[in-house]
């Protein structure tokens, strides 16, 4: 028996000896930082501790249970001492079951406990002591201090525990001067360490009260005479108006801080001039970077094109076009558009169709789509390859047959469009002698064929004698006649062609400012109509007329402002100093490369200090304002309400600067997503796309909403960038159309349908058009998607949803083309239901009220001669046919016409000349 309770009691031994191992192994992983591992130990012993040795251990075991955060063993430890000792240390046990609460989802609002309002001081410490290791955010902070202002022992216990200490050392770390001044306003005056005496100066200037912050700020740097004491000391006294009490204890200052500081007391003492040297500011005049030279004399018609090449390809390709370069690029240069026009104009048929081919995959632009298509329309119709073998055969074995002559020229077109000149030449030079009334195509292709071999004098004679020439031929002819050094023939032909807005606009535009360029006659660019933004641009600067410049600023893309800016900055240096700076400023804000960043603020500080307009410069600079010591005492809320003015009053650098300062004082997402969102809708203004995608990311993406809103900008920017495949990839990744901005989500749902539609995904275009419709959203659609909607419902037989939408439209269209175009496609969509009289009218108030707006009017008129023809009226058809013939002359359809005209007088001939009616 005796032996039998020795091994018991033995047993026991050794178990409370690797019970009382495991726990110090516990202690002693939770002082090393091994937090996770320390709580398993803890864990796996915890059903095995007696109320003595709990109290020995509890602490670190709820520590090593909050820092891992293991829940499940917290709320273990709470209910083992909820049973076992619930009187031990009450508020620590209450504060850790608030802490439980919390993290398993309640509010603060119904998991703080009333009841430590009734314990003793000791415990109430105990509560904000435990409180301590726990991170709360700022508004339960909030609420947890409101709690304890009301009750004297909670807020001296907040106060004693540290607690308080730490949520203002929180708020400050987070710039969060809503819970630093509610600290304040409840406790008042109960700090003691110097950071802390730094926080309640600044909260007594943000009240605006100066003199009282001033008192603190001596107190605190006679107590603590260090830099950061001295900074608030020279701020405060800036605040009170004693500048030059300031400048004193800013005699050598080292920090950015202390030197605007510095700067902002010499600006109000009226002593810009000692800025530059405080702020280190070079007020010499910069030199230009080389890309932004190379961008000014591009629409100076100063072509350098080894720079272009590096540093803007695209515009290196239109370079080589419009100073009629013979210079052929590599396939991986540019534009494929202007490549391909390249290849093209320089008899490279082949290789132009493939370049042409892959550039329409993927369209970007207005002015070079529609272009490449008349190109490849004009290259796809020729089949050379079997035009080579029929016409060859032809040729070489029927020579005595009458199809012998007749095959000359269109033999002579395949030969020229299959790359062999030589033999297409000769074809033609023989046709001229066989031929008694040759076709005028005769001598346009022989032009064409001479361009192609390089001999330029023989080709622009042979433009020259044509009786009918195309726009196309005449835009040859011009470059023909600038190689054969005839530049006033050159100018003549380009005049022509600008005037009368043929095809190839951009090319005989951009030709025609080079040529007169080079004729010394740049002031007869004034009187031409320029149909571009490049030419528009490029014809201003070349002529340096400035308020042609100014007038059309607005409408310009992003590069092509910056341009713009440049070259008014430069104009008014000296005519107009304050216009300089205001030009320089926007270069500025829009620059989205470090050196022209660096060039435009260098010059703006020259402009500035050398006609002593500082003041504009220093107050539209961001930093300048940043560092206002009056903005520094302004709320967030009150910074973006100033910076909303400002955007309304169009001072969008001012207003920048303040948001930015706004950004850097909160980390509220919801107040930071409000300002990244005014930031980017201010890079859009501007069209700053690059610091627009730099400021988005800005933007927080903890949520689907965010995620969304991400989305929705990068959709918005990439559509301004005319990247209309990142556009759409954007617009598909937003889940919930609900977290698009209220006010654009309607413009929105019709501009991813217009790009559903582009992708082929009819049914979910459809879907989306009619959302719109059916919630009577169709007013907040833009017109051109209406436009394009309707035409695109008329098409896949959506006749009703069809005509909704170019009802619409109608009502929107507000430009004498608009409303052309609307009442044209209404009259389309009313022919196909059936409806012929209000079409019939539609297309004849086009032709009557609007003759000069093509091609509609002439379109209009021969779909209203139509129209009188499927009715019977003859008589009526006729006149309108002979119209549109008219209006459409040279071209296909007015081919068609006259084709038209000749069936229907055989047809009144037949009927005796009756008239129906």
Known sequence: MKRTMAIITGSLMLTTTALAGDINLGVKLYQDGLYRLAAKTFSENFNSLTPDEFKKIYKFMYLSFLKSNDLKDLEKLINYWEENLPDYNRGELLALELIDALKNGETIENAFPQEITTLPISEKIRFFQTLKNFNFTPQQLIYILSVAAKDLDLKGAAKESGFLSKALKIATEKNDYQLIDFIFDNFGRWFSSPEEELQYVKYLERKK?????????????????????RLELARVLYLNGKCNEALKLLKNPQTEPEKYLKAWCLFKLGKGKEIPS????SVSKPQMPEKLKTLLDFYSSKFDFQNLKKFYPDLYLKSLI????TQIPDNQTGDLNNLGYIYYERGFYGKALKVLEKAIQNPSSKILTPR?????????????????????????SYQNTPYYKESLIPAAKIYLYSGNDLLALKLLKYAENQLQNPPSTLKNLEGIALMNMGKFKEAAKAFLTSRNKTGEDRTFEAFCLFHANNLKGTARVLKYLVKTNSVYPEVNEGRLIFTLKKLHRTGELGNLPFHTPLTKLMAAITSKNASKVEQLYAELPERERIAAETFLTLYYENKNPQKALSFASDVYSRATDEETSTYAKKLLNYLAFTSNNYATVLLNDPKFIVYNPENGITSVDTLISKADDL????????????????????????VRRSIVKRMVEIDLKEKNYKKALKDLSLLPENTQKDRDLKNFYRFKIYSKENRLLDAFNAAKQIENVNNVPAKERDSFIAKLANYYKLAGDKDKALNLIE?????????????????????????????????????EAVKKAKTKEEKVESLFWQASILAQKGDL???????????????NVEPWSSTATYRAAQILEQQGKLSQALKLYEKAAKMKKGTEEGEIAREKVKSLLQRLKGRNNGEEE
């Open 322 to 325: 419009f100073s009629f370069s």
């Open 209 to 229: 009260q100066f003199a009282d912050a001033l008192i603190e700020a001596q107190k605190l740097y006679k107590k603590n005479p260090n830099p950061q004491s």
């Open 372 to 396: 490449t298509l008349f190109i490849l329309g004009k290259l796809g119709s020729l089949n050379t390859n079997v035009g080579t073998v029929v016409y060859n055969q032809l040729m070489n």
């Open 647 to 670: 955007i309304e009053a169009g001072e969008y650098g001012k207003a920048y600067g303040l948001l930015k300062l706004a950004l850097e004082r909160t980390t509220l997402p919801p």
């Open 278 to 281: 405080v702020l280190g500011i």
């Open 837 to 851: 009289e209000d079409a019939l009218i539609n297309y004849l108030k086009i032709s009557y009220d609007y003759p």
């Open 771 to 807: 959302k719109l419709i059916t919630e009577n959203k169709l007013k907040n659609v833009d017109y051109n998607d209406l436009v394009r909607l309707a035409i695109f419902t008329e098409n896949q037989n959506r006749l009703d949803l069809a005509e909704k939408l170019i009802n």
